[in-house]
């Protein structure tokens, strides 16, 4: 049993990480298309090209 705890708090950390991840990301792609670096379909594109590699 404790062993399924330690698992499930390791889990609930990596989730909680990732969802850190996401929002930095989130957040940098909003001031990138405010300042007209970037745009979604730009963006878009570039994701599929690098999971496609």
Do not use: C, F, P
Not at 16 to 29: C, G, P, Q, R, V
Not at 44 to 49: G, S, V, Y
Request: hydrophobic share 35%; no cysteine.
């Amino acid at each position: 049993m404790l062993k399924s705890n330690k698992a499930l708090s390791n889990v609930n950390q990596i989730a909680s990480e990732l969802d850190i991840y996401d929002t930095m990301i989130t957040a940098l792609t909003e001031i990138l298309e405010e300042k007209g670096q970037i745009n979604h379909e730009e963006w878009e594109k570039r994701i599929q090209k690098k999971l496609h590699k």
